[in-house]
């Protein structure tokens, strides 16, 4: 393309895979209204054609043949219409209006419940709210809407206080407690939910926008600190009982907003633009609009590509996986044919191989998307800037840096936790230690273990675990490429290990057998197992039963390194060579170290990591 632009991208990302669009709006016509000769009693879409007509033409004009549907509203209840939006994955844009119970004036309950039912949808939506209201209005009443109830909560003695204060001022003041509620309203709740309790409370005690009429009105007062953070929470509480007017609902994932000029809401499976009816705004251009303000970054806009690219030619190119008629039947056989244990492993084999062969093709359009964003962003300047724009990860300080590293080798050296028995690369916590599972995958199969292995230890099945020892992140990445050091992302946080000692890098793993109970077979829908360990008691040796539980697992070559790193240290040969130890007054001549920048940023690590 030869202007290109961000926003081009992100339109062909997001607005070119659009096909079809549902209107969900009392104001347009059905097939019904049309061919009736007769006027519908509460639809005046007759005065308004024009208006009508000039959205239907943006979404079928020659730039667009969209497929357009149209639902009233009309002669269904809430239940129905709700139920109307499990199927508005087959639409990939929807246009609601915002009221759609007429009786209700300024009402948005049916519309904020189909937002809610897409909020919980595994599909990902573009919505635009399409209203003849005030913006601001309706971009507030959905945004309550979508926000799941807050856990602000006082104790009495903290509500009595807080409204004993608020009484006192108004005794002497009638209007006070008016102005003071006025003082905390939509926009500075919507702030408190943005910023969370905490740092919004810091924020109105600074009197920063938009608290500040709230604080000069508390500062009147002579309220101190104390006082000021305990009103502060009182109007956040009394602020959600006024405004959270929509039945609660648990579960509803975080969201995203903008409420400046261009006016966005976002959960991780729908996008919700708003236009106004008034202004004759074309829904698709303020959805256009409102994406180029949201500005998703370049990852997600490949992601997008790559799903517009799996519904384009998904049909076609399954085509090829299926030809290989003989290979199917080879694997189909061995699903069938494998015992209740073993059933679960044959089928992810399967799965992975055909996804593999499905995929291939398939991205070869989204590599040529990739080269051209990167070809594009490589002339906007510093890469550094760039991607603080995009991710809001300044790779200029080295924390950023040894952070963004450190999550790299996690994301290429681990994968999803996959399998039904406990097999190589296998990293599991027991007794408060993190091991990691190395003896060889052959060996860990229960329906493959020899009858010598049955029989010395019926029940159980020995295997080698080595044992990790917590390392900083910082050393972690500056020590990746000795491929000993391991990266795990637990509980949302990156943990680093060494699997020996951090300290020696030619010092041996840490390892000892374990005997895994069951043959290592896991609980039902768990990555749990019982081991048994052997340790010391009163002098002697005795087996100490342990649980365990699997908590992230390596790649294949990642764990036939370590495989491999533990054959090398059991099979080491001893040398009869002296040595003349060093003075120990001599001085070594002090290492010239490389930068962590070109160490942790420049260097690739993932073939070691």
């Given amino acids: 393309m030869a202007n290109e632009s961000y926003e081009s991208f992100i339109n062909e990302a997001f607005i070119k895979p659009i096909r079809s669009v549902l209107i969900i709006d009392d104001d347009y016509p059905t097939f019904e209204d049309m061919l009736s000769e007769e006027e519908v009693p509460g639809k005046d879409w007759r005065k308004h054609k024009d208006r009508v007509r000039?959205?239907?033409?943006?979404?079928?004009?020659?730039?667009?043949?969209?497929?357009?549907?149209?639902?009233?509203?009309?002669?269904?209840?809430?239940?129905?219409?709700?139920?109307?939006?499990?199927?508005?994955?087959?639409?990939?844009?929807?246009?609601?209006?915002?009221?759609?119970?007429?009786?209700?004036?300024?009402?948005?309950?049916?519309?904020?419940?189909?937002?809610?039912?897409?909020?919980?949808?595994?599909?990902?939506?573009?919505?635009?709210?399409?209203?003849?209201?005030?913006?601001?209005?309706?971009?507030?009443?959905?945004?309550?809407?979508?926000?799941?109830?807050?856990?602000?909560?006082?104790?009495?003695?903290?509500?009595?206080?807080?409204?004993?204060?608020?009484?006192?001022?108004?005794?002497?003041?009638?209007?006070?407690a008016a102005r003071f509620f006025e003082s905390f309203s939509t926009a500075q709740y919507l702030e408190v939910r943005r910023l969370k309790l905490e740092k919004a409370c810091r924020s109105a005690v600074k009197g920063n926008e938009p608290f500040k009429s709230f604080q000069q009105l508390c500062a009147s007062i002579g309220w101190q600190r104390e006082d000021l953070r305990l009103i502060f929470k009182y109007a956040v509480s009394a602020a959600a009982k006024r405004l959270m007017k929509y039945p609660p609902e648990a579960n509803l994932p975080e969201i995203d907003w903008s409420d400046g000029d261009v006016k966005w809401v976002r959960s991780r499976s729908v996008f919700i633009a708003f236009a106004s009816k008034v202004e004759h705004?074309?829904?698709?251009?303020?959805?256009?609009?409102?994406?180029?303000?949201?500005?998703?970054?370049?990852?997600?806009?490949?992601?997008?590509?790559?799903?517009?690219?799996?519904?384009?030619?998904?049909?076609?190119?399954?085509?090829?996986?299926?030809?290989?008629?003989?290979?199917?039947?080879?694997?189909?056989?061995r699903m069938l044919s494998a015992d209740k244990v073993d059933t679960r492993r044959q089928i992810e084999q399967t799965i992975g191989r055909l996804t593999e062969s499905f995929m291939g093709p398939i991205t070869e359009d989204v590599v040529e998307f990739a080269k051209r964003l990167?070809?594009?962003?490589?002339?906007?300047?510093?890469?550094?800037?760039?991607?603080?724009?995009?991710?809001?990860?300044?790779?200029?300080?080295?924390?950023?840096?040894?952070?963004?590293?450190?999550?790299?080798?996690?994301?290429?050296?681990?994968?999803?936790?996959?399998?039904?028995?406990?097999?190589?690369?296998?990293?599991?916590?027991?007794?408060?230690?993190?091991?990691?599972?190395?003896?060889?995958?052959?060996?860990?199969?229960?329906?493959?273990?020899?009858?010598?292995?049955?029989?010395?230890?019926?029940?159980?099945?020995?295997?080698?675990?080595?044992?990790?020892?917590?390392?900083?992140?910082?050393?972690?990445?500056?020590?990746?490429?000795?491929?000993?050091?391991?990266?795990?992302?637990?509980?949302?946080?990156?943990?680093?290990?060494?699997?020996?000692?951090?300290?020696?890098?030619?010092?041996?793993?840490?390892?000892?057998?374990?005997?895994?109970?069951?043959?290592?077979?896991?609980?039902?829908?768990?990555?749990?197992?019982?081991?048994?360990?052997?340790?010391?008691?009163?002098?002697?040796?005795?087996?100490?039963?342990?649980?365990a539980k699997v908590i992230s697992q390596l790649r294949y070559e990642y764990a036939l390194n370590l495989v491999q790193r533990l054959g090398v240290s059991m099979t080491r040969i001893g040398l009869d060579f002296q040595s003349i130890p060093k003075p120990k007054d001599a001085t070594p001549k002090p290492k010239k170290e490389a930068p962590v920048a070109d160490k942790v940023a420049d260097k690739p690590v993932e073939a070691n990591a």
């Fill in 54 to 176: 000039k959205v239907i033409a943006s979404l079928r004009g020659k730039d667009r043949n969209l497929l357009v549907d149209i639902h009233d509203g009309k002669n269904v209840d809430v239940t129905d219409e709700i139920d109307s939006a499990t199927h508005l994955h087959q639409s990939d844009l929807l246009v609601l209006d915002f009221q759609l119970d007429k009786a209700k004036e300024r009402d948005g309950t049916i519309a904020v419940k189909i937002i809610r039912k897409l909020m919980t949808n595994p599909h990902f939506n573009l919505v635009v709210v399409h209203t003849s209201e005030d913006l601001r209005y309706v971009f507030e009443q959905v945004l309550l809407g979508m926000l799941a109830p807050d856990d602000i909560a006082l104790t009495e003695d903290e509500t009595d206080k807080a409204e004993e204060l608020i009484a006192q001022q108004t005794d002497a003041d009638p209007e006070f």
């Fill in 281 to 333: 705004d074309p829904p698709i251009n303020e959805l256009t609009e409102a994406l180029a303000n949201w500005r998703p970054d370049p990852s997600r806009l490949c992601l997008a590509r790559l799903r517009y690219e799996i519904d384009e030619r998904g049909t076609a190119e399954q085509a090829g996986v299926l030809g290989n008629k003989h290979a199917l039947a080879g694997w189909y056989q």
């Fill in 374 to 547: 990167i070809a594009f962003e490589k002339k906007q300047g510093d890469t550094n800037a760039v991607c603080k724009t995009h991710f809001n990860v300044d790779l200029s300080r080295e924390e950023e840096r040894i952070e963004a590293t450190g999550q790299h080798n996690s994301v290429v050296s681990t994968k999803k936790m996959e399998g039904w028995h406990l097999t190589t690369g296998h990293i599991f916590l027991s007794g408060g230690v993190h091991w990691v599972c190395a003896s060889s995958a052959c060996d860990m199969v229960p329906s493959q273990l020899s009858s010598f292995r049955k029989s010395s230890y019926p029940g159980c099945m020995p295997f080698a675990a080595i044992r990790l020892q917590p390392l900083s992140l910082k050393s972690a990445v500056q020590t990746a490429n000795s491929t000993r050091v391991l990266f795990v992302e637990m509980d949302a946080k990156l943990e680093a290990f060494s699997f020996n000692d951090p300290n020696d890098d030619s010092s041996a793993p840490q390892w000892t057998l374990l005997f895994a109970e069951g043959n290592g077979v896991f609980k039902e829908d768990t990555f749990e197992f019982n081991l048994v360990t052997m340790g010391a008691k009163d002098a002697a040796l005795v087996a100490i039963p342990q649980s």
